[in-house]
C-alpha cells in the first residue's frame, strides 16, 4: 500500500462512488467478480449464521450494498427484521427493493456510517460485514469499529465478515497478493489488475486476518472462527 492512511479515500469519496454503481453491484457476476470465492464465502456465512442463530429475529447488515448478503440469509430465515446500514442513499434504495419482494419483516434504512449510525445496543442477533470493514483505518478506529459491533450484538448473537485482508509476513503478503494478481489478470488482463490495485491502494486499507481474529476477542465475542481463506481474502466471525 503506497498511500497513507490520511490520504485514503473519504467518507464522501466511497459514498459517491457507490452511488454510481449500483448496476453493477446488484448483480453478483459483476459486482463480486474481483472477489476470490465471492460466492462460496457468501454461503459459508449464512450457514453460519444460520447453525448460530436459528431462531435468530433480527439482522444487521453493515455497508448492505445492493441487499446481497440480507437477500442469502433470507433464503434461510425468513422473516427478519433487517436493519440495513450503508453510506450510499441509492445502494440503500436498491436494497430495499429487493428485499421487500422476499421480506415479511421490518425493514430499517440507515444512510450513515455504522461507526456513528444510531443503532440500539444488543439489538441484533446476525451482523454481516461483507467487504466493508477494510474502510477502517488506523488501531484505534478499528477497535472502536469491532468494539461497536461487539455492543451491538445479542449475548448469543453472531457477526460473520467477509473481507480482503493482509498478512504479517512480508514475504507471505508479497505470495498471496501475487496470487490474486494473477487471479486479476486471468479476469481482465493486466490493466484490470492494475486498476484493481490501484482503487485498493486509495480507497482501503485492510489488516491481517490474524489481527482481526485477535480484535475479535479483545472486544468481548466468546468463539472465534475462520470459515474460509484464499490468497488475500477470507470469511470469519465470532459468536457472543
Avoid at 38 to 58: F, R
Avoid at 106 to 135: C, G, M, P, W
Avoid at 141 to 146: H, K, L, M
Avoid at 219 to 239: D, M, P, W
Wanted: with cysteine.
Amino acid at each position: 500500500m503506497k498511500t497513507s492512511l490520511e490520504n485514503k479515500s473519504t467518507i464522501d469519496d466511497i459514498k459517491n462512488r457507490f452511488d454510481n454503481d449500483v448496476t453493477r453491484f446488484t448483480n453478483l457476476k459483476t459486482g463480486q467478480q474481483a472477489v476470490i470465492d465471492a460466492l462460496l464465502m457468501m454461503e459459508v456465512i449464512t450457514v453460519a449464521a444460520v447453525t448460530c442463530c436459528p431462531n435468530a429475529k433480527t439482522v444487521l447488515d453493515i455497508g448492505c450494498g445492493a441487499g446481497n448478503n440480507t437477500l442469502k440469509l433470507l433464503e434461510k430465515i425468513n422473516p427478519l427484521d433487517c436493519d440495513l446500514v450503508d453510506l450510499s442513499s441509492q445502494m440503500l434504495k436498491k436494497a430495499k427493493e429487493r428485499i421487500s419482494a422476499v421480506e415479511s419483516g421490518k425493514i430499517r434504512l440507515f444512510q450513515s456510517d455504522f461507526r456513528t449510525a444510531e443503532l440500539s445496543n444488543e439489538t441484533y442477533d446476525i451482523i454481516l460485514a461483507a467487504a466493508v470493514l477494510h474502510h477502517l483505518r488506523d488501531d484505534e478506529d478499528w477497535e472502536n469499529g469491532f468494539r461497536k459491533i461487539y455492543d451491538l450484538t445479542v449475548h448469543g448473537g453472531c457477526v460473520w465478515i467477509t473481507d480482503i485482508v493482509t498478512h504479517e509476513n512480508n514475504v507471505i503478503h508479497e505470495l498471496m497478493w501475487k496470487r490474486y494478481a494473477e487471479y486479476l489478470d486471468g479476469l481482465g488482463g493486466v490493466e484490470y489488475r492494475t486498476k484493481v490495485f490501484e482503487h485498493i491502494d486509495v480507497e482501503d486499507s485492510p489488516r491481517p486476518l490474524t489481527y482481526q481474529l485477535e480484535l475479535l476477542k479483545k472486544v468481548g465475542f466468546r468463539h472465534i472462527e475462520v470459515l474460509h481463506k484464499n490468497s488475500c481474502f477470507a470469511a470469519y466471525g465470532a459468536t457472543k
